[in-house]
């Protein structure tokens, strides 16, 4: 990645035009409600320098319990929803990715939530989402 940028819990990147953010860890409540949404407020913009970009976030290496809150919370944000041009989620398990389906067709979002079990997956969505936005054929 060429840029990166670390805090207690989340680790952020850019790479091939998409940006990457990991959680890593147990996330405490007080974490995902306060802190979370203003870390990636702050460390988007910057490392996007200003372009609207794809982000994927990484949810493989925190507990299932984490990754829906962190999915409730991230999936409906207006504000993140702003700073890019599309979300994906990555998630180690298949049934983790059907109960986020389930959940973003039933919150019927603006911009969709797209959610992978493949690493390779998310990224080839993201490249073709930010070639098509930018019109790099």
């Known amino acids: 990645m060429k840029k990166e940028v670390e805090f207690?819990?989340?680790e952020f990147g850019l790479d091939h035009n998409f940006i990457h953010c990991k959680f890593?860890?147990?996330?405490?409540?007080?974490?995902?409600?306060?802190d979370m949404e203003d870390i990636i407020i702050?460390?988007?913009?910057?490392?996007?320098?200003?372009?609207?970009?794809?982000?994927?976030?990484d949810l493989t290496q925190i507990s299932k319990l984490d990754a829906f809150r962190v999915f409730k919370i991230l999936?409906?944000?207006?504000?993140?929803?702003?700073?890019?041009?599309?979300?994906?989620?990555?998630?180690k398990s298949f049934d983790l990715k059907l109960?986020?389906?389930l959940c973003s067709?039933?919150?019927g979002a603006v911009v969709p939530n797209k959610v992978f079990t493949s690493y390779n997956?998310?990224?080839?969505?993201?490249?073709?989402?930010?070639e098509q936005?930018?019109?790099c054929y």
């Open 133 to 135: 936005f930018n019109a």
């Open 42 to 57: 702050e460390v988007v913009p910057t490392l996007s320098e200003i372009n609207y970009k794809p982000i994927i976030f």
């Open 99 to 101: 109960l986020f389906d």
């Open 105 to 107: 067709f039933k919150c």
């Open 24 to 34: 890593k860890g147990k996330l405490n409540k007080t974490f995902l409600q306060l």
């Open 8 to 10: 207690d819990n989340m």
């Open 75 to 91: 999936s409906r944000n207006s504000n993140i929803k702003l700073l890019v041009l599309s979300k994906s989620f990555l998630v």
């Open 121 to 130: 997956q998310s990224v080839k969505f993201c490249s073709k989402d930010y």
